[in-house]
């Protein structure tokens, strides 16, 4: 069975240091590089925001981030500017072994929509090309890691559910942003709920 590797949203403004750092973000670099070799292809994923993107508060009169607005008739939560095209802070994190990525898909260039998934943007109107992508590859199982759990891994874990794919969520490779205690806790039992399998490293090593 084919199996394809997804790197959700490993970048700079994610990590410690970052516009929208996920504590303890950088701690999955290394589980990345080690499993990478395990599976067929490797995609990895970026947030890609135009610097004027409805998600950033800097673009709402008197709004911080964490605040929550109306963004074209979407509910949305407010961010500091982050992952804006071709900075430094929406680069892929060095020290990921990018030679190893075969192909990487950009979401969130419309400033009037936030894309928490890989797969579409939050009201499933437009798709990345990212599922199209797989199933021509003749993908049927993918195992997905990376930033945040509570937002991109989740939307995007279940977006593959909804296409059919076999889906499977590392453990050890997810860390979130935790806006509201137990966030991260509730975004995994939804992916389990819909059917998303958690895995840790170890059963991957051994069973692809
Ligand atoms: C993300 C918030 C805003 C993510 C992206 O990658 O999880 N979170 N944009
Ligand atoms: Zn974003």
Redo the contacts with the bound molecule.
């Keep these: 069975m084919k199996n394809a590797l997804i790197l959700?949203?490993i970048q700079n403004d994610?990590i410690p240091g970052g516009a929208?750092a996920v504590p303890d973000g950088d701690s999955i670099i290394p589980i990345a590089n080690k499993i990478m070799g395990n599976f067929d292809i490797v995609i990895a994923t970026q947030?890609w925001h135009p610097s004027n993107h409805g998600?950033f508060a800097s673009q709402h009169l008197g709004r911080m981030p964490g605040d929550i607005v109306k963004l074209n008739g979407l509910t949305q939560l407010l961010?500091p500017d982050?992952c804006i095209q071709n900075t430094k802070g929406a680069k892929l994190v060095p020290g990921l072994n990018i030679d190893q990525i075969t192909k990487i898909f950009h979401k969130g260039m419309e400033k009037d929509i936030d894309s928490?998934s890989g797969f579409y943007d939050n009201a499933w109107k437009k798709d990345t090309g990212l599922g199209n992508y797989l199933k021509q590859q003749n993908i049927e199982q993918i195992s997905i890691m990376g930033?945040?759990t509570d937002?991109?891994v989740k939307f995007t874990a279940l977006d593959a559910r909804k296409l059919g794919f076999m889906t499977n969520l590392i453990k050890e490779g997810i860390r979130g942003?935790e806006v509201n205690k137990k966030d991260c806790k509730k975004a995994v039992a939804e992916m389990e709920n819909a059917g998303v399998k958690v895995i840790s490293t170890n059963d991957l090593v051994k069973k692809l």
Excluded: P
């Design positions: 959700v949203d994610f929208l947030d998600s961010w982050h928490y930033l945040a937002y991109c942003v």
